[in-house]
């Protein structure tokens, strides 16, 4: 029988999906007696842009414990429906984490102030839905720096080292257009450069520049609520720091992911947070519950985990030179045979999430 102690590790789980954090998963057919028995976990996050579109994570517990990761399955219908009664029948494929773009011909008006809901169809005929969620005015970054500073702390011998990190910092208003303070979930990501060492036993070097995505503590909530902050500005507010090392050899760029959050959605997400930062690992049991803000209609009884909200995602760009932080040197370079290279250092699109492509923003 579940209980609610399961309620806030699920919810977790299904977090980190829409946190970077998934699983090449196979769908599931499950048969209603055995559906009955697993909880489902639903995700939904609809982003204003152009297109608009909504990202969706649907599953299904697949066993009686808790750090079993959710397992996508198939359901009936996912309708996104606007306060005007406006739907759109989401084509939707059994899976996680996946992106579909909001059909404008459904009429349904995509902007600041309006709300939203979801509603799934479970292959039981039950409806789950969720609240209406307002989609919230935003505020854009005045601007992005960064400053060089020092740190000591413990290696992996116990030692205790000293080492420069950069300091990455935001200056950006928080009233909205509406004049409420903004609420705030931001998400990091960096690209840097590898470029393969020649190998000096062929007079034909053949030698790539490969650039690589990360994403930066995918497991960390970094959220923000301008309503306790005393001040309607912030100035040289430091969001995150990064060690320097040989990352920022051939250049660097930190990438930030701002989204808009309503009181409700800052609400989950700081619980999320406050979690994580309590335990350090979501398999644990809490001592507490995470509030979805899903009902299954046909039964109100029914726990159901997850959340959706409505977001408008920003994103930032800083560049880092080599020279910023004191020309740091490839670490491949430093190996004098190249038979004794790793292979990354060889070739460098042997590196996970590598691409010889040149990103856009790459100046």
Not at 69 to 89: A, M, S, T, W
Not at 123 to 146: K, M, N
Not at 234 to 260: H, M, T, W
Not at 323 to 345: F, H, K, M, S, W
Request: negative net charge; proline residues 5%; contains cysteine.
């Amino acid at each position: 029988m579940w209980k609610k102690r399961h309620y806030l590790c699920v919810s977790l789980l299904l977090s980190l999906f829409l946190m970077g954090i998934s699983a090449c998963l196979d769908r599931i057919e499950l048969d209603a007696e055995a559906a009955e028995e697993r909880p489902i976990v639903i995700q939904g996050k609809l982003i204003l842009g152009t297109p608009s579109r909504i990202q969706l994570s649907i599953g299904r517990l697949s066993g009686l414990r808790t750090d079993e990761l959710p397992i996508p399955v198939d359901v009936q219908e996912v309708v996104l429906e606007d306060e005007n009664g406006n739907r759109f029948l989401i084509n939707y494929t059994s899976g996680l984490d996946i992106s579909y773009p909001i059909d404008a011909s459904t009429g349904i008006e995509m902007a600041p102030g309006k709300s939203y809901r979801l509603s799934v169809v479970t292959l039981e005929g039950e409806t789950i839905q969720s609240t209406f969620e307002v989609l919230p005015e935003t505020v854009s970054a005045d601007s992005l720096g960064f400053s060089l500073t020092k740190r000591t702390f413990l290696n992996e011998l116990e030692n205790e080292v000293e080492a420069d990190f950069v300091s990455f910092n935001l200056f950006t208003g928080l009233r909205t257009n509406d004049g409420n303070l903004a609420r705030f979930k931001w998400d990091f990501k960096s690209t840097y450069v590898a470029i393969d060492v020649e190998d000096p036993n062929t007079n034909f070097p053949n030698t790539k520049i490969c650039y690589i995505d990360r994403n930066i503590n995918p497991n960390k909530i970094t959220v923000f609520d301008g309503n306790e902050f005393t001040g309607n500005r912030l100035e040289n507010f430091s969001l995150l720091e990064q060690e320097v090392d040989s990352k920022f050899a051939y250049g660097y760029y930190l990438i930030i992911l701002k989204e808009a959050l309503s009181a409700g959605a800052y609400a989950y997400w700081n619980e999320v947070r406050q979690v994580l930062d309590r335990n350090g690992n979501f398999f644990e049991t809490p001592a507490g519950e995470i509030q979805s803000n899903f009902t299954n209609t046909d039964r109100p009884e029914q726990i159901i985990y997850g959340y959706f909200y409505a977001t408008q995602v920003d994103t930032t760009y800083q560049h880092v030179g080599p020279a910023d932080v004191g020309t740091p040197v490839d670490q491949c370079r430093l190996i004098a045979n190249y038979d004794e290279l790793p292979l990354q250092c060889r070739d460098c699109l042997t590196i996970p999430r590598s691409t010889t492509i040149k990103p856009p923003y790459w100046k």
